[in-house]
């Protein structure tokens, strides 16, 4: 297994903007998960994109995959106060057991 | 949604006491559940893999004679921190991959643990 680097560490936008994150891995995958975490939560699953899809739709997530340069992107748009967040991505290589990086903390300014 | 549900949420002890986290999958099997660490501000350590009917398979560093796993039934997996020390104050959350297609996996909502 190993863990996705999601890049920046933090983000501060206004509500309505549109907020990237990036992730970035080192081997080949099966495929690759974003969770968000409230704080003091668990994780919530939001999207997972299969290493043979290059983009994928989830309401206002949009999540590509770039297998070549190993990484991936999570952009949510129209962003709203309650997507104040952390956001990881997780690779899978086998076996469901997925391992983390620090993960992007965004803040959705009301 | 398939839910996994853990317990207890919060929880405050004595140094030496011992600590048991439960964590069920409620409307799904789960052979499988992810035990993790979390400190804060910082990202979740997988500690360890609870495997249904046979031992758990630790993670490099993670002392298994001090996080004892239990993995007894198909829906249930409890981790013990075993004579608790204010350093294993920590966030600590389960998960369980859904068995119903889609290789995502639901986390319980973590448990606080404080050792004064």
């Known amino acids: 297994s190993q863990q996705g680097e999601e890049d920046p560490q933090a983000l501060s936008i206004q509500e309505g903007e549109n907020a990237t994150m990036n992730c970035s891995y080192k081997t080949s995958i099966n495929n690759l998960q974003w969770y968000r975490q409230n704080s003091g939560r668990g994780l919530v699953h939001l999207i997972l994109?299969?290493?043979?899809?290059r983009e994928k739709h989830s309401g206002r997530l949009r999540v590509t995959l770039d297998t070549s340069k190993k990484s991936s992107s999570l952009l949510i748009t129209a962003s709203r106060a309650a997507d104040t967040a952390s956001y990881f991505c997780a690779p899978e290589t086998s076996g469901s057991r997925l391992t983390f990086g620090e993960g992007t903390q965004l803040t959705v300014n009301p | 949604g398939a839910v996994v549900s853990q317990h207890p949420s919060r929880v405050i002890c004595k140094s030496g006491t011992s600590v048991k986290i439960e964590c069920r999958s409620l409307?799904?099997?789960?052979?499988?559940m992810f035990w993790y660490r979390q400190f804060p501000k910082q990202s979740l350590m997988l500690m360890a893999t609870s495997n249904e009917g046979s031992k758990a398979t630790y993670e490099q560093g993670v002392e298994k004679d001090k996080f004892l796993i239990n993995h007894a039934s198909l829906t249930l997996s409890t981790l013990t921190v075993t004579s608790a020390h204010p350093e294993d104050s920590s966030f600590y959350i389960c998960?369980?991959?859904?068995?119903?297609?889609?290789?995502?996996?639901?986390f319980g909502a973590g448990t606080r643990l404080s050792v004064l």
């Open positions: 409307d799904f099997q789960a052979t499988t």
């Open positions: 998960s369980a991959p859904w068995t119903g297609g889609g290789d995502i996996q639901y």
């Open positions: 994109i299969r290493s043979n899809e």
